[in-house]
């Protein structure tokens, strides 16, 4: 599995903003004003499923998914985060975590699937990205 073969899904780049790249994964803000959400693609080719990666690779997508958790609650405080790895529609592999709030568009229902998904606007998808950025950097110490 090389680092060179890699390709993020393009789905995944349409439906998705770069934030940052961590050491395994890239992390983006999937482009849903509706709820804070992020994903996490690790780097590496023709990955499905999280036992594709090696043991030690696994540790580290769970420590980047905490990570991104933490920055999202610091952002968006929620009632609850959602973790998933669904890959039934974009099968490489990735990680959602959404923050979620008791009356959000789809509570007490999952996020993905539901509904259309309502694009940032220009000014609040810079702020947001901003913001997340600089907690994924605090969340790192």
């Given at each position: 599995?090389s680092?060179?073969?890699?390709?993020?899904?393009?789905?995944?780049?349409?439906?998705?903003?770069a934030?940052?790249?961590?050491p395994?994964?890239d992390?983006r803000?999937?482009?849903?004003?509706?709820?804070?959400?992020?994903?996490?693609?690790?780097?590496?080719a023709g990955l499905?499923?999280?036992?594709?990666?090696p043991?030690?690779?696994?540790?580290?997508?769970?420590?980047?998914?905490?990570?991104?958790g933490?920055?999202?609650?610091?952002?968006?405080?929620?009632?609850?985060?959602?973790?998933?790895?669904l890959?039934?529609?974009?099968?490489?592999?990735?990680?959602?975590?959404?923050a979620?709030?008791?009356?959000?568009?789809?509570?007490?229902?999952?996020?993905?699937?539901?509904?259309q998904?309502?694009?940032?606007?220009?000014?609040?998808?810079?702020?947001?990205?901003?913001a997340l950025?600089?907690?994924l950097?605090?969340?790192a110490?």
């Open positions: 599995m680092r060179d073969a890699f390709a993020l899904d393009p789905r995944l780049a349409a439906d998705t903003v934030l940052v790249d961590l395994l994964c992390v803000l999937m482009n849903d004003a509706r709820y804070a959400w992020l994903v996490l693609v690790p780097r590496r499905v499923e999280v036992d594709d990666l043991a030690g690779e696994q540790a580290m997508l769970w420590q980047e998914v905490n990570r991104a933490r920055a999202l609650r610091a952002v968006a405080p929620c009632d609850k985060l959602n973790l998933g790895a890959g039934n529609i974009v099968r490489q592999l990735h990680v959602h975590v959404v979620r709030c008791a009356g959000d568009a789809a509570w007490p229902g999952p996020a993905w699937g539901h509904g998904a309502r694009p940032y606007a220009e000014a609040s998808l810079r702020a947001r990205c901003a950025r600089q907690a950097a605090d969340a110490a």
